[in-house]
């Protein structure tokens, strides 16, 4: 398989090892932590590169996930793998309906008002009860001394377009919120 056709998303990290026998933490930035799991096979971004890995076992261990990768099997190998990046190839995402976005798809995209107002970018989602919400860091500069904003992801309501190849977001928001 051609590396160029891959698109790899990051969908987590590694974390601090655990016990002597290879495991790690593991960060996980899907919307349910347990779904990277579904999500296989995973890469390691190791020097800047993709690399293939394989998950040998996992489980929760005190609110955390922990992970034992293949071929990893004690603490100096899982050290040299402490807080590198989990990805996945995007084909192994099932496709969504019109209007649903995975939460990888909208975090960096730039949000636009319908005035044109730059209102930031997305730095995280954040689940509430009801709806998600858009967490977005302000620019520098904000004309509104905002430094970050909470947009209710409503998808036609609030979020009127989500363009992943611009990667920007269009909201009918008031920039002085």
């Not at 995973?42 to 394989?54: A, N």
């Not at 970018?121 to 904000?142: F, I, P, Q, R, W």
């Not at 909470?150 to 009127?160: A, G, R, S, W």
């Amino acid at each position: 398989m051609n590396m160029q056709q891959q698109r790899i998303e990051t969908v987590g990290k590694l974390g601090s090892t655990y016990g002597i026998r290879g495991w790690l933490r593991i960060y996980s930035s899907t919307e349910q932590a347990e779904s990277i799991f579904d999500y296989q096979p995973w890469f390691l971004k190791i020097k800047g590169q993709w690399q293939p890995t394989e998950l040998e076992n996992w489980r929760h261990h005190n609110h955390e996930l922990i992970v034992k990768l293949k071929g990893v099997d004690d603490r100096e190998a899982a050290q040299t793998l402490a807080n590198v990046e989990i990805g996945v190839d995007l084909s192994v995402f099932p496709q969504l309906e019109e209007g649903d976005y995975y939460w990888h798809d909208l975090i960096g995209c730039a949000v636009v008002n319908l005035e044109g107002y730059a209102m930031g970018t997305v730095t995280e989602m954040m689940e509430t009860g009801s709806n998600d919400v858009l967490v977005v860091k302000a620019n520098v500069k904000d004309a509104f001394g905002k430094q970050e904003r909470l947009i209710p992801f409503l998808y036609e309501q609030v979020v009127k377009r989500v363009d992943p190849a611009t990667k920007t977001i269009t909201v009918d928001w008031d920039a002085g919120f």
